[in-house]
């Protein structure tokens, strides 16, 4: 196993550590980690499910990769890879921090088979800060040696609470040190100096009592003082250094025109942090679903007025309660999801949406449905698709699954997906009390603008900085290569009438799914509902 030190860049800016520094000393690594089990974290990346799937090829090997970042702040990393390739000889990850680069790393850690599998590979990596971080994998096999970086936002998010009992161990532990330490210094005073065979005497045996007395008064000082020291160390953790989510307001105007979405980030940690980063040509993707029943979604991209506030107009959505997330990407390869409520008055009369309007945008997507067929797996696109659902086993929490969907015309011919953003499709799912939340592709959940960032950094072709505080990135993301954009379309099928998305849900519920393709020209949104249970339930 290595040390992964990245600093916790976003939402505010950290001191950045140009050198490797990844093993640090006993004490603070000590600290560290009992400061990562005392104290909560909230995490907001990806609402409740923080593991990052990623599916595509690391040169000629097709690969499944599962990262699992730690739950607190130092923590360990589980890393999963499958192959889908025979000859493999050796699989190795190796840990980048995003302002480090290659030069800054450790040596990468070989992964290991695991056992009573052919082609399953496991790795553990420490990360002892949080923030954006990369795990290069690298192959090396028959076919030659294939690498490929995969993005992973490291952030705690939950409290691990020392056991009663282990606590009134330790303390017992502790006084028993303290006994012995004073019964050392006890002896020693007394008759360190002496003969074997010889009693102390009167005079002697009070010196070692003055001096028991008074270690104990300098041990008692000293705890308390540590005791203050940490008390203080432990705040500062606790207020300043734990991740937490930015905080946005939303509000629907409606005067004179179509209803406008604003959304403004006035957490003053936004006004440090690095400028956004467009990811597959937007700067924000915004959904949005009306609460409770989830019948309305929207698919948005808002345009950015000035550096904190963006807008959109809303599409025909009927009035009600909406819980709106909105996924952006730093330049830091962060990646984050902002959530708040809105709520979108009854739009007036004559004054719909139109495409001309400035802030209207050609993706925007959006689909109105009161319940979905989950019995049959078949959702209606439109007058002549039908897009079916393939899940040949049961939803189980944690468990890898392969969200399959595939368009047939009304004669049950197959249907061309056509680009959408530059994939062949996007899915948004939520459970049903929004605890979870998630936008995947079909390359897996990263976005492409963090995957772009962590190659590049790693190959040293863009600068390990970005501009903290500023309006516009320092990197400007090239074109994609062709390589990236077979990935992001998920041609890992040859059936063009198809998408899939990796995935596990993290915990058992009632989920809705809203699948986005395009066809013809027009974006459509299929609509599930799953239930997800664990084993002893199924």
């Not at 509000?251 to 406008?260: D, I, L």
């Not at 809303?314 to 009600?320: K, Q, S, T, V």
């Not at 197959?414 to 953003?421: A, N, R």
């Not at 954009?485 to 989920?511: I, M």
Request: with cysteine; charged share 20%; glycine share 8%.
């Amino acid at each position: 196993m290595r040390f992964l030190g990245a600093p916790a860049s976003l939402p505010a800016r950290r001191s950045q550590q140009k050198h490797a520094g990844m093993h640090a000393g006993a004490p603070r690594l000590l600290l560290l980690c009992l400061l990562g089990l005392l104290f909560p974290c909230a995490a907001r990346a990806h609402v409740g499910s923080p593991n990052v799937f990623f599916e595509g090829k690391a040169g000629p090997y097709p690969v499944h990769v599962v990262i699992q970042p730690p739950e607190v702040i130092p923590g360990l990393a589980e890393i999963s890879v499958r192959l889908e390739a025979d000859g493999v000889e050796r699989v190795t990850a190796l840990p980048i921090k995003w302002n480090a680069g290659r030069k800054g790393a450790p040596p990468p850690d070989v992964a290991r088979r695991v056992r009573g599998e052919t082609n399953l590979y496991n790795a553990q990596l420490w990360f002892m800060e949080g923030g954006a971080q990369t795990v290069e994998l690298e192959i090396t096999g028959a076919s030659g040696i294939g690498r490929v970086t995969v993005p992973v936002d490291a952030v705690a998010k939950r409290v691990l609470g020392m056991p009663a009992m282990l606590g009134g161990i330790l303390l017992v532990l502790g006084l028993l040190l303290v006994a012995l330490l004073l019964s050392v210094i006890g002896a020693a005073v007394r008759a360190s100096v002496l003969e074997p065979g010889v009693a102390p005497a009167s005079q002697r045996r009070w010196w070692a009592r003055f001096a028991t007395i008074g270690c104990a008064l300098l041990l008692a000082l000293l705890l308390w003082g540590g005791k203050r020291w940490w008390d203080a160390d432990a705040s500062d953790y606790r207020n300043n250094r734990l991740y937490k989510p930015m905080a946005a307001v939303a509000q629907v105007r409606a005067e004179n025109g179509p209803r406008v979405l604003r959304l403004e980030i006035n957490d003053q940690r936004f006004a440090r942090s690095s400028p956004l980063v467009p990811d597959h040509g937007k700067l924000m993707h915004l959904f949005l679903m009306r609460e409770p029943k989830l019948d309305a979604f929207a698919h948005l991209h808002p345009l950015k007025r000035d550096r904190k506030t963006f807008e959109t107009v809303l599409p025909d959505l009927p009035a009600g309660s909406y819980r709106l997330y909105a996924d952006i990407t730093y330049e830091t390869g962060f990646s984050d999801t902002l959530t708040t409520s809105v709520e979108v008055p009854e739009p007036l009369a004559d004054r719909d949406t139109k495409p001309g309007s400035p802030l209207f945008d050609s993706d925007d997507s959006w689909r109105i449905a009161s319940t979905s067929d989950g019995s049959s797996r078949q959702c209606r696109l439109a007058e002549n698709y039908i897009m079916t659902w393939s899940c040949p086993e049961p939803a189980v929490p944690n468990r890898p699954v392969r969200l399959l969907f595939t368009v047939r015309d009304a004669r049950d011919q197959p249907v061309m997906l056509e680009p959408f953003l530059g994939m062949r499709g996007h899915l948004a799912l939520r459970r049903e009390d929004g605890s979870v939340f998630t936008h995947l592709h079909p390359g897996g959940s990263a976005s492409m603008a963090a995957m772009q960032l962590s190659m590049l950094r790693s190959e040293g072709k863009v600068k390990l900085d970005a501009a903290f505080g500023k309006d516009d990135p320092y990197c400007q993301l090239p074109p994609m290569t062709p390589g990236e954009q077979e990935w992001l379309r998920g041609n890992a099928s040859t059936d063009t009438s198809s998408v899939a998305f990796p995935y596990a849900f993290p915990k058992p519920g009632s989920y809705r799914l809203w699948v986005q393709v395009k066809i013809s020209g027009e974006i459509l949104t299929g609509v599930y509902d799953l239930d997800v249970r664990s084993l002893k339930q199924s």
